[in-house]
């Protein structure tokens, strides 16, 4: 699986680029409805490209995720979960504010208003391989498909089937050429490094009188 792989190449990275400093960074649209999530996820990697073409991008290599959370009004909630590696200068006079970092990305969205996004340096004594799990973790919280409506479940699965759910950039190609293999939303779902669960994967069945999925053992 790859996330095997990303935990066993990160300490390499790490090890070559000692100076190197890192960010974890969420960037975020508005929300949409559950048949508009694949444009939306399209139009937040397109963005993400632009950004990282912007004079004021920081990295020098990246992992990002797509994770899809559902709201209490049955949209959908698409966002992109980054760990972005940078030169240690960046921490100096190349250094962005949240101000400078909320601009850059409504300038890349091309949007009238201003997305919702969150930057977190990652202090120079901690390892960003702790960091790695919440970048890796499932596209969609199990929790969000247990209590969807079959409706809502349904048509998620179609929206996302396919879809690129993990990239990478920079030097981390370098160390994860492997993982060049897109890996799609089927691989995604359900995969928490632990258990017996098949290669990673989440089951769940309709339960007619609960009239919800819940999950099932195979």
Known sequence: MYKARAYKALPAVITDYPTARYLFVTLTVKNCVIGDLRVTIKH???SFARLTKLKDWPGI????????TRSKDRTA?????????????????????????CALWKQSVRTDYTPIMDVQAIKAKNS????????????TKPNDLIFADRDWFLEYTRQVHGT??????????????EL????????????????????????????RADKKYRMVNQ
């Open 180 to 207: 060049e293999k897109e890996e799609t939303t089927d691989e995604m779902i359900g995969d928490d490094g632990e258990g017996d669960v098949d290669e990673g994967h989440l089951y769940f069945a309709w339960k």
């Open 164 to 177: 690129k759910a993990f990239a990478l950039g920079g030097v981390f190609k370098e160390y994860f050429r």
């Open 128 to 139: 960003p391989v702790a960091l790695l799990a919440e970048v890796i973790k499932y596209q």
């Open 61 to 68: 290599g990246y992992i990002k995720t797509v994770e899809v």
């Open 44 to 46: 937040l990697n397109e």
């Open 77 to 101: 909630h698409p966002h992109l979960h980054i760990l972005v590696m940078t030169k240690a200068s960046y921490f100096g006079a190349n250094y962005l504010s949240k101000k400078e970092w």
